[in-house]
């Protein structure tokens, strides 16, 4: 045990910083669009990309023959195995300082901001932060940073007993609304993403190798989904959000989602079938 929190340490260097152009073309805005049951041709270039939406320009492009077991590639880098087969997003906060037109070109500057190591009653477990920063080529300052967190874990198949608390019954609520995921919509979501993890497109991968009951929603559709709530029915417009994902959401089973406003901000919470706490998100607005 000490040998490895050793390696981990002596490997806790972050990586060179990514840079690429993406366009936010319009070809894959209409197909987030389909995937959502939303109108394609409702968007048009020059209009702007749906805050939430970003996730198509983050996607890493890492090599298959570099891909780590579980095929995840990272997101916008590519990630580090350090020894630890098993990978969970931890959380997410965004940052909104402008608006990304659908057609532009933006450059995407993408770095592990640090590998903390840290032992817990289950082993070793390194938490990796990521920062993305997206800039249209026409500005000097960023239109969006968005930090996420992982969690690198030791191998288990007891996964599936992780849980959230349970506050459903307690919370008064502003709007409620229930989707079901399937293997259809955690497909186009990878797919778009370029996220190849497996325990989001390879069942027998999910159940057997990392003890889950059935395919993981991905984190970043889980807040996705949550964003589009707050955009489409809430009519909010988020000038920051900070999601912690505490306990996974499975395809198939429905997912209560759950708003309601206080103050000035507004928080948004995903259950499972169970009513256990998945996501828990913190918006902020413009709104006076």
């Given at each position: 045990m000490n040998t490895k929190r050793q390696e981990l340490?002596?490997?806790?260097?972050?990586?060179?910083?990514?840079?690429?152009?993406?366009?936010?073309?319009?070809?894959t805005v209409r197909r987030v669009a389909a995937m959502l049951n939303l109108n394609p041709d409702e968007f048009v270039e020059g209009t702007p990309l749906p805050r939430g939406w970003q996730f198509i320009l983050m996607a890493a492009d890492t090599k298959r023959s570099l891909l780590r077991a579980?095929?995840?590639?990272?997101?916008?880098?590519?990630?580090?195995?350090l020894g630890l087969p098993r990978i969970m997003l931890g959380s997410r906060s965004v940052s909104y300082k402008m608006d990304i037109p659908i057609g532009a070109s933006v450059i995407r500057k993408s770095s592990i901001q640090s590998l903390t190591p840290k032992t817990t009653k289950t082993g070793p477990m390194?938490?990796?932060?990521?920062?993305?920063?997206?800039?249209?080529?026409?500005?000097?300052?960023?239109?969006?940073?968005?930090?996420?967190?992982?969690?690198?874990?030791?191998?288990t198949k007891g996964a599936s007993t992780v849980s959230g608390s349970s506050f459903a019954s307690n919370m008064t609520a502003h709007r409620t609304k229930t989707v079901v995921p399937d293997e259809t919509l955690l497909f186009q979501y990878s797919?778009?993403?370029?996220?190849?993890?497996?325990?989001?497109?390879?069942?027998?991968?999910?159940?057997?190798?990392e003890g889950f009951p059935d395919l993981v929603v991905n984190g970043g559709l889980a807040t996705l989904l949550?964003?589009?709530?707050l955009r489409q029915e809430v009519g909010v417009v988020p000038s920051s959000i900070n999601a912690r994902h505490v306990a996974p959401l499975f395809c198939g089973s429905p997912i209560t989602m759950v708003a309601k406003k206080n103050d000035l901000k507004w928080q948004l919470q995903a259950f499972d079938n169970?009513?256990?706490?998945?996501?828990?998100?913190?918006?902020?607005?413009?709104?006076?």
């Open positions: 340490s002596s490997t806790s260097q972050p990586p060179e910083d990514t840079i690429r152009t993406e366009i936010c073309s319009i070809a579980d095929g995840f590639p990272g997101l916008g880098v590519t990630m580090p195995d390194v938490v990796v932060t990521i920062q993305h920063e997206l800039r249209l080529t026409s500005e000097i300052s960023p239109a969006l940073v968005e930090i996420q967190t992982y969690l690198l874990l030791p191998a797919a778009l993403g370029f996220n190849s993890h497996k325990i989001h497109i390879d069942r027998a991968h999910a159940r057997n190798v949550l964003t589009e709530y169970r009513s256990t706490l998945a996501v828990d998100m913190e918006v902020e607005t413009n709104e006076l």
